[in-house]
């Protein structure tokens, strides 16, 4: 799909001569009387939906939200963690205007798009499909993060705009849900999807976004069961574990095609469609920049140990000392640590080469750590991350890899928390979830890879956090299990770098963070849209 991202704008191409009458197409340029009759025209309405439905920076900053990072130059992020936020945070402003910007679109594509005649029926059922899941996707984001919220479903005016009230969520969640059943038959299973078409909307990525938007709700979990079984057993497209966890992020040719992706936001590269953001993501000696997110110690303390025990666990054979032996591989293949051992698979970043990180630990430099609590081209952490390192990238780090905003892992997940919190995870459950995704991480234990009974809900919320970490939606689970206000609240900690043992043991302390569970469950509704809209009501607190 490589014209999937060009930009486009109608209104750029509404060309009027103001001497004709406006009910009369020009013959020299596309109107709005004449624009939706091209096929061409059409696709480029789609593309352009395509292209709005998220983006990077959506998908990156969500991490400095969680537990799983802090960031020392994002501005919002960081009033947001220290509990100061309020309504005229810009982010709260700038997402629900991302968000409401691309419902616009596509009301104004399904409003416009019937009066083609030339692409027939099939086709034009397809592309509605195709761009109301797009806007249901949108209806998801804006009623996680703010509760109650206009649900527009059709193309409004500006005055109307400024005269609408907010929908309870639960109406909007049910609007979702309905749309998402109303756009499956009409679409194409991935098995049916020409390899030309890769990276367009699917029936298995309604699927996905539905057992997403139920799995959040926390009461629908037979639902959530059904949903995922709808997907796992193949009837909507056949989907599997990519054998090798680190080449779904890294590896180019992986990346784009694997059985695991169900939907990525598509990116080619060179200059068509790429992002930057590990520039400043990897570390200063690799050519990393500013360093703009770090993972935490919490994160890191999650990896279980070869043999699935916590760190924690007497047993488990974890030494303070050597602390990234012997533990879950994921951890390699998503944090830089300590004496990494920095592979740049050929790229053209650097060579291959040991990461010191720890103040002192580098024998042949006594110049800056990458570790530092006061210049912004260190960690302040200690970590940094490895995961979505492109050894094909451009200079400074320009990808071209696609990011996955659904992956069959995900549903595995799913499938086993709501099984769990059903009371009917059993060790079939287990290994088609759980251990599969251990096997697959590269677990060859049995005392990991096997039913270990008993409560499992902390096991399958660790599992989660790690096998999705870097994929924004720790912030999501963390707010569903209403569990922010005891992981949101209290310092964020970085690698044992502290020779203070008065300072939580040697752990450094990076950033206080404050969670009210009676306001910030939910966002403060921008103060320029109240001012804007007298409907408009402000949640609790703001």
């Known amino acids: 799909m490589k014209t999937l991202y060009k930009s486009f704008s109608i209104a750029a191409l509404v060309l009027i001569a103001g001497c004709r009458k406006l009910d009369i197409a020009p013959t020299d340029a596309y109107s709005e009387l004449n624009f939706w009759n091209t096929d061409a025209n059409v696709y480029n309405a789609l593309n352009n939906n395509y292209s709005l439905m998220y983006n990077s920076g959506l998908y990156f900053n969500a991490e400095a939200l969680s537990d799983n990072a802090y960031s020392q130059t994002n501005a919002d992020a960081i009033q947001i963690a220290s509990g100061t936020a309020n309504a005229q945070t810009p982010k709260f402003a700038g997402d629900w205007a991302y968000y409401y910007s691309t419902i616009k679109s596509c ?41 109650d919220v206009p649900l527009v479903n059709n193309d409004i005016s500006q005055e109307e705009a400024k005269n609408i009230a907010r929908t309870p969520k639960a109406d909007v969640v049910n609007f979702i ?72 992020f890294s590896d180019p040719a992986t990346n784009k095609n694997n059985p695991e992706t169900i939907l990525s936001l598509q990116y080619v590269p060179a200059t068509t469609r790429t992002w930057s953001d590990y520039w400043d993501f990897a570390p200063n000696s690799v050519g990393g920049r500013v360093n703009a997110q770090a993972p935490t110690q919490e994160l890191v303390n999650d990896y279980v140990m070869l043999n699935g ?13 050597n602390p990234y032996v012997n533990r879950d591989p994921r951890l390699t293949a998503t944090i830089v640590y300590d004496r990494y051992n920095w592979n740049n698979g050929g790229g053209v970043n650097g060579t291959s080469k040991i990461i010191y990180i720890k103040p002192g630990s580098d024998p042949t430099r006594p110049g800056p750590d990458e570790y530092s609590s006061g210049r912004q081209s260190s960690s302040p952490t200690g970590y940094y991350w490895r995961k979505y390192f492109d050894p094909s990238a451009l200079a400074n780090f320009v990808s071209g890899n696609n990011l996955h905003l659904f992956r069959y892992a995900e549903i595995l997940l799913d499938y086993a928390e709501a099984k769990n919190s059903l009371g009917q ?82 752990y450094i302390r990076v950033q206080q963070r404050r969670f009210d569970p009676n306001r910030d469950y939910l966002w403060a509704i921008p103060s320029g849209d109240l001012s804007l809209d007298p409907k408009l009501t402000q949640n609790p607190g703001y």
């Open 177 to 248: 849900l309905g749309e998402l059943d109303a756009i499956l038959p009409p679409l194409p299973s991935k098995d049916q999807l020409p390899a030309a078409e890769n990276g367009r909307i699917t029936k298995g990525a309604v699927l996905a976004l539905k057992a997403r938007v139920l799995l959040y709700q926390g009461n629908r979990m037979a639902d959530v069961v059904t949903v995922c079984e709808s997907l796992m057993s193949g009837a909507n497209g056949t989907y599997s574990l990519n054998p090798n966890y680190s080449n779904l």
């Open 309 to 321: 025990k916590t760190i924690t666990d007497p047993a488990s054979g974890y030494d303070e000392t």
């Open 107 to 147: 009301n104004q594509f399904l409003a416009n798009v019937d009066k083609n005649t030339t692409l027939g029926a099939t086709n034009l059922a397809r592309l509605k499909a195709e761009v109301r899941f797009i806007r249901a996707f949108e209806d998801f984001n804006l009623t996680k993060w703010y509760g």
């Open 425 to 506: 995870m059993d060790a079939t459950v287990w290994n088609k979830t759980i251990g599969a995704l251990r096997a697959r991480a590269g677990f060859s234990d049995q005392a990991a890879l096997n039913f270990p009974g008993g409560d499992l809900t902390n096991v399958i919320r660790r599992e989660r956090r790690v096998e999705l970490a870097l994929e924004g939606l720790r912030i999501d689970d963390i707010r569903r299990w209403k569990i922010a206000e005891n992981v949101l609240n209290g310092y964020v900690h970085g690698a044992k770098f502290s020779s203070d043992p008065a300072t939580d043991n040697g």
